[in-house]
């Protein structure tokens, strides 16, 4: 079955840029979808199809994809980006695969 | 506009099946492309896919738990239940589903607030 690799965690200074990667066998041939989830939440969708930005997601948020790891990265990190982060594509053994998730800190 | 939600038992005993139901407005599974899942949390730990349910109705399960689970659509009610055998405590959850919109590979792009389970005697 195909497996996703998260770091735990990431910390971050204010203002400073996060990256946080998501690993995969070849995973630059998969879209890549990244969800942002607060505590007591549903997860929100931040990044669709590797690096597009639904409507409503300000243009801190960015990914990108490519051999074995894509990564996620927020410019200009705010305390209001404190949040689990997960990568999540769909694989046609496994179907849905979510990776464990990276807690984001912003000190 | 779009919304989700979760409906069920807030509990249920080891060995009880769990049946959920999604009610969901907004968007059709009738349509072309798209599809409905379920995806559960556990206490502090991390998201889990179980189940999704296309417009077409092809129906994927998560390899590890594809046994005990069932995915079915009822398109006239806006409606997809999930049932889940065999409940233990590990299955202690906030289980919800979301609507992918896009194909097979699509992202989940409205979530539902989620309902927790919990699996005690």
């Known amino acids: 079955s195909y497996e996703l690799t998260q770091p735990l965690s990431v910390s971050v200074a204010l203002g400073q840029t996060a990256r946080i990667t998501c690993g995969g066998n070849?995973?630059?041939?998969?879209?890549v979808h990244w969800y942002q989830q607060k505590p007591g939440q549903a997860p929100v969708l931040v990044i669709y199809?590797?690096?597009n930005r639904p409507s409503g997601i300000p243009e801190r948020f960015s990914g990108s994809n490519s051999g074995n790891t894509a990564t996620l990265t927020i410019s200009r990190a705010q305390a209001g980006d404190e949040a689990d982060y997960y990568c999540q594509v769909w694989d046609s053994s496994t179907a849905v695969v979510f990776g464990g998730g990276t807690k984001l800190t912003v000190l | 506009q779009i919304t989700l939600k979760e409906s069920g038992p807030t509990l249920v005993k080891p060995t009880q099946t769990l049946t959920l139901t999604c009610t969901f407005s907004g968007f059709s599974l009738s349509t072309s492309g798209v599809g409905v899942g379920w995806i559960r949390q556990p206490p502090g730990k991390a998201l889990e896919w179980l189940a999704l349910?296309?417009?077409?109705?092809?129906?994927r399960y998560s390899p590890s738990l594809k046994s005990r689970l069932t995915i079915t659509k009822d398109t006239s009610k806006n409606q997809v239940v999930l049932t889940m055998t065999n409940m233990d405590p590990v299955d202690t959850a906030t289980y919800y589903c979301?609507?992918?919109?896009?194909?097979?590979?699509?992202?989940?792009?409205?979530w539902g607030q989620g309902t927790l389970v919990t699996v005690s005697s």
């Open positions: 199809r590797d690096s």
């Open positions: 349910i296309y417009w077409d109705d092809d129906k």
């Open positions: 979301a609507l992918g919109w896009g194909g097979y590979d699509a992202s989940f792009d409205y």
């Open positions: 070849n995973i630059g041939s998969k879209n």
